[in-house]
């Protein structure tokens, strides 16, 4: 998200030195091997172990005593350093390996011995006493003399023993071309459309004629006829496509499929039920996200855990976080909140942004035509405060506003009211790793105005929406959203630092307009106060043409003002023209989506599409949305939701984008707990977890290495070590929830 990974640790730095750059060889170098003594025939150097393992030559092979009782994979481990890569040159990494007994797997990587500890390629195999051969080809994204070659061995109760021979990384190889399997060639929305809604699809051919297409429903009998469009050659994906529209067809049904041109697509339905499970699942995945409680397996069956970060070991914890070093003098109780991603970082403006697209999720069903804020109410998501006899999904949220109002610098502190940008661990942990099982101390990163701005108009926002269940809670949350604005006032220039990347994302906002103009709206529509009425009024922001092509986020969050400002009740001189602004700016969006042989409301520039792509299609989707809430007008309903098609399969791999929902759906999101790709005793992310999306700046070495010139959509990889395009985030299924929800109210 905006380059929020800079690095990702992957080892220790067991016998770790400094990183020297390589020059680059000649493309087409020879095969090189790189590896020393990979087989062993002269004893074990150069390779190394921790501490813990105990290692030798036993048949002409290396054998490790692998002590039972640690944690992490890397807390045992073996490798050999100071390994050669050249940048693009493709190499074979191979080995046997057995381990006893049955049933354990090691960690192979090859990366970095020294900081920042980048992994670039990494497999985890389940080893047999028998023995396997494994072997993996990957290109090196980096030039460095310092590369390693590692087995982690670690994580298991009891102890066990690890043998290896023919250990090789032979560079120079031919690269493997890497080729999605897209399926059928008939792309359609896999998990429904509604039976009054528009339906859509998108056929790859290279027929540059009209074809004829044939709707079925779950028997095999045709049920409705037509001709397909030719929409020619799709930037965005490089492919020649027709576009088929069976809207005309509004009976109710599963097991549809649509032919066209030889092919039959993933089947799907005519129906709103799926939309209403949506509607909770995406809202559900936050309380499996929560730092500091435990997760209970019977609200959340396969999803339990014990709390992380709650100060105990191997914690270091979030009851006392003290700052990074000449930042503070002070310690924060800074327990709780929503785990950012698949890392163990919270921050402030991505929550910030989060919790108002939760909360907002529930004041537009309170006040929109279509909306029912019943739907979200006590007792709908299943977590423990259910049948507090407050909303369920106003529970949520306040289990990270609560965190937010924590994060707030104690008065008699220097920036007093200022809130802290971020807090995590000292340093990138590696995958996989449960919460409670981060050994790594947590530190607090110093205050900005733009997590001060975030802090004032979520906790002004919350102020209005909690009055009616907890007075005192409400009356906190603005007495802090007040303090908060006065500091942004008092400091409107402190910023985050781009470089402050190591064990977290650095989020940096050098433009605060933006977030000053969201924190003044919200306070004005709690308070009505003449003063934040006129900062509103009077902020450049306020007239100024901000529904771009790649929608808000984080970094952008004048829109969370104008959506607000244009439906939330209340007396603001000029309001109409508010109203208009989104209205015009969906006319924008729906023009796109017309345009787009692929029906999305989304055209990057040069189609480089953004990190987190799927949540701006999403955001572009909101502000539509939001203009069929102040219009009634049957366009907006439908753009609306036939942007939700791209989500869910109609897109160039032909993959649904959110666990759990379609035929072929994304699961292995980058996460450290989410992560069973890596480990089987670990889940998959929970049904309605929202995939990041094609990225074309591809920046994890495993997308580099796989990816290399890739045409916008096809810029996406569902592997856990791709986190440039595969991560989840809170942000990301906020955008998920907001939408799900407005679909299922259109039923």
């Known amino acids: 998200m905006n380059r929020r990974r800079t690095a990702l640790l992957s080892l220790t730095g067991l016998l770790a ?51 039972g009782g640690t944690t992490n994979r890397w807390d045992a481990a073996v490798g050999q350093n100071d390994i050669t890569l050249v940048k693009g040159e493709s190499y074979r990494f191979s080995f046997a390996a057995t381990g006893s007994p049955a049933g354990h797997s090691v960690r192979a990587i090859v990366g970095l011995s020294a900081a920042p500890y980048d992994t670039y390629h990494e497999v985890t195999p389940q080893l047999s006493v028998s023995g396997d051969t494994y072997s993996y080809t990957f290109t090196s994204p980096v030039d460095t003399t310092q590369g390693q070659v590692g087995f982690q061995l670690g994580g298991s109760a009891d102890a066990w023993r690890f043998c290896m021979d023919d250990v090789s990384l032979l560079g120079g190889v031919p690269p493997e071309p890497y080729e999605p399997d897209t399926g059928p060639r008939v792309r359609v929305n896999q998990v429904a459309y509604l039976p009054s809604g528009p339906k859509n699809a998108t056929l790859v051919t290279d027929a540059t004629d009209r074809l004829r297409w044939e709707l079925k429903d779950a028997d095999g009998d045709v049920v409705r006829r037509g001709w397909t ?65 435990p997760i209970r397996d019977d609200l ?53 942004i989060s919790t108002w697209e939760v909360l907002s999720t529930y004041e537009r069903a309170r006040h929109a035509r279509t909306g029912e804020a019943g739907k979200l109410g006590d007792g709908t998501l299943n977590i423990p405060e259910s049948g507090n006899k407050v909303p ?37 942990t590696g995958l996989p790793l449960l919460p409670s099982d981060d050994p790594q101390k947590r530190e607090l990163h110093p205050p900005t105005t733009a997590a001060t701005l975030n802090l004032a108009a979520t906790a002004a926002q919350a102020a209005r929406l909690y009055k009616p269940y907890d007075k005192e809670f409400a009356a906190k949350a603005l007495a802090a959203s007040r303090k908060a604005w006065a500091a942004a006032l008092a400091h409107p220039e402190i910023y985050a630092d781009p470089d402050d990347g190591i064990g977290g994302g650095a989020y940096p906002d050098d433009d605060v307009t933006d977030e000053f103009y969201w924190a003044a ?60 602004s989104v209205v015009k700016g969906a006319d924008r969006y729906v023009a796109t989506l017309r345009a787009h042989p692929y029906g999305m409301p989304y055209a990057p520039e040069d189609n480089r599409y953004d990190w987190g792509s799927n949540h701006q299609i999403l955001h572009n989707a909101v502000v539509i949305a939001t203009a069929y809430d102040i219009t009634g007008a049957t366009k907006y309903r439908d753009g609306a939701l036939q942007s939700m098609d791209y989500i869910f399969g109609r897109n160039a791999l032909n993959i649904s984008y959110v666990t759990g929902y379609g035929d072929v759906d994304a699961r292995n999101q980058h996460s450290r707990w989410y992560a069973r790709q890596l480990d089987p005793n670990l889940p998959n992310p929970p049904a309605g977890t929202l995939a990041g999306g094609p990225n074309s700046s591809i920046q994890d070495p495993l997308a580099q290495a796989k990816l290399q010139g890739c045409t916008g959509q096809f810029c996406y990889i569902d592997d856990i070590q791709s ?12 955008a998920l929830t907001r939408m799900a929800s407005f679909v299922a109210d259109q039923a």
């Not at 649509?258 to 005519?270: K, M, N, Q, V, W």
């Open 392 to 428: 369920d999904l106003l529970d949520e949220a306040r289990w990270e506003l609560e965190f937010l109002l924590k994060m707030q610098v104690p008065d008699g502190e220097p920036l007093a009211g200022m809130a802290h940008h971020k807090i995590h661990d000292e340093q990138w």
């Open 723 to 734: 986190w440039s395009t595969n991560e989840h985030t809170i942000n990301w299924n906020s």
């Open 17 to 67: 030195t400094a990183l020297t750059a390589l020059p680059a060889a000649p493309a087409g170098a020879e095969e090189t091997e790189q590896v020393r003594n990979g087989t062993f025939d002269t004893g074990i150097e150069p390779w190394w172990t921790s501490p813990n393992v105990t290692a030798g030559v036993s048949d002409g092979r290396l054998c490790a005593d692998v002590p």
């Open 300 to 352: 959340r069956p396969g999803y339990g855990r014990p709390a992380g970060h709650v100060d105990v070991a191997p914690n270091q914890g979030d009851g006392k976080v003290p700052c990074q070093p000449g930042v503070c003098d002070y310690t924060l109780d800074v327990t709780g909140g929503w785990y950012d991603a698949g890392d163990h970082g919270k921050y402030v403006v991505n929550g910030g």
């Open 521 to 580: 709206a919200e306070l004005y529509l709690t308070t009505g106060e003449r003063e934040f009425q006129d900062f509103v009024l009077n902020s450049p922001v306020h007239t100024a043409d901000i529904f771009g092509p790649l929608g808000y986020d984080w970094a952008r969050t004048a829109a969370a003002a104008r959506l607000d400002l244009a439906t939330v009740p209340s007396r603001l001189p000029g309001r109409d023209k508010v109203r208009h």
């Open 229 to 293: 469009v030719p929409r020619g050659v799709d930037g965005s994906s490089g492919q020649n496509v027709h576009s088929i529209d069976f809207g005309a067809h509004r009976t109710r049904g599963t097991g549809y499929t649509l032919t066209a041109d030889g092919e039959t697509s993933r089947p799907f339905d005519i129906d709103a039920s799926a939309y209403e499970r949506l509607r909770l699942d995406a809202a559900k995945y936050y309380y499996t996200q929560r730092s500091g409680t």
